[in-house]
């Protein structure tokens, strides 16, 4: 992310980095955690793409797993086409003005929560985890998802307009918030960037795809967004099994999670701790 040390070093910015490191770790793991950086910014130098592949399988596969899912579980579909679905919901064909303004409030309560929910969030990501957010967030969004579905079925316009709003609380609760911070965690520099690639197609497949299905076939507009309840529930199912937590870890122990070389190591009680009230 813009704001993480790893960032900072990786743009020769080690002033700014150390300055996000003492606001995170505590002052006899600030030295150790900046060693650390510099390392990794060395090795990235010789990482190539074959290297990538060949050693970074495991954290590829489940970057790739959550980037697709905040892609097909809904959110950019919500934030592209929130008014036509909502238009969808009523039952007269003739959209009246005060509808119109109540769809155009419930866009504006989007980014409301957006904003709202993210910065909140982030104060509980090193306090909770990120697998624990994930699965919250995956679970919020597939219960909103499968509701709307139900609310666009029976022309529910009141249950499709807070399932919106809800599938965009879970969305920046889980994948919005972490997945930058989770990709940045596990991966070298040209697996990120490899991820920004993944993410833009996947964003392409589901704003075309939600388009064609839900207006250029027989389908509708209900099972087009039950679609998305159901990538939410094989999403909440691939975390649960897959996700490996990494929560106040370091770099070389997220490695070594990750490539099984360290796995007897129980619950990893060398965790580098983080600064909290209590410190």
């Given at each position: 992310?813009?704001?993480s040390?790893?960032y ?14 003492n606001?995170i ?10 060693e ?9 130098k010789?990482i ?6 060949s ?11 959550v ?29 009246s003005?005060?509808d ?59 249950l499709?307009?807070f ?33 920004n ?43 649960k ?15 070594d ?9 129980e619950?990893y ?7 909290t009230?209590?410190?």
């Amino acid at each position: 992310t813009y704001d993480s040390p790893k960032y900072y070093i990786l743009n020769s910015r080690p002033n700014d980095a150390r300055e996000v490191v003492n606001k995170i770790y505590l002052q006899e793991h600030q030295s150790k955690m900046m060693e650390g950086l510099v390392k990794e910014k060395e090795n990235e130098k010789h990482i190539t793409f074959s290297h990538l592949f060949s050693n970074y399988k495991l954290q590829l596969w489940i970057c790739s797993m959550v980037v697709c899912l905040r892609e097909f579980t809904g959110p950019n579909v919500m934030s592209y086409y929130s008014s036509n679905i909502l238009r969808g919901a009523y039952d007269n064909h003739e959209i009246s003005v005060g509808d119109t303004y109540s769809i155009r409030v419930v866009n504006l309560g989007m980014g409301v929560s957006r904003m709202v929910t993210a910065a909140t969030a982030g104060s509980f990501l090193d306090k909770f985890g990120r697998k624990p957010l994930y699965l919250l967030g995956d679970a919020i969004i597939t219960v909103a998802m499968g509701l709307l579905s139900v609310a666009l079925w029976y022309k529910f316009e009141f249950l499709a307009k807070f399932m919106v709003l809800q599938s965009v609380v879970g969305a920046s609760l889980s994948f919005g918030l972490i997945n930058p911070i989770y990709v940045a965690e596990t991966l070298p520099f040209r697996g990120a960037c490899l991820m920004n690639v993944i993410m833009g197609l996947a964003t392409f497949i589901s704003l075309t795809g939600f388009s064609f299905l839900s207006q250029e076939t027989s389908i509708g507009l209900g099972a087009a967004v039950g679609i998305f309840c159901v990538f939410g529930m094989l999403g909440f199912i691939g975390c649960k099994l897959f996700l490996k937590e990494t929560q106040g870890l370091t770099m070389d122990q997220i490695y070594d999670m990750f490539s099984g070389r360290k796995e007897e190591r129980e619950d990893y009680q060398d965790k580098v701790p983080l600064k909290t009230e209590e410190n």
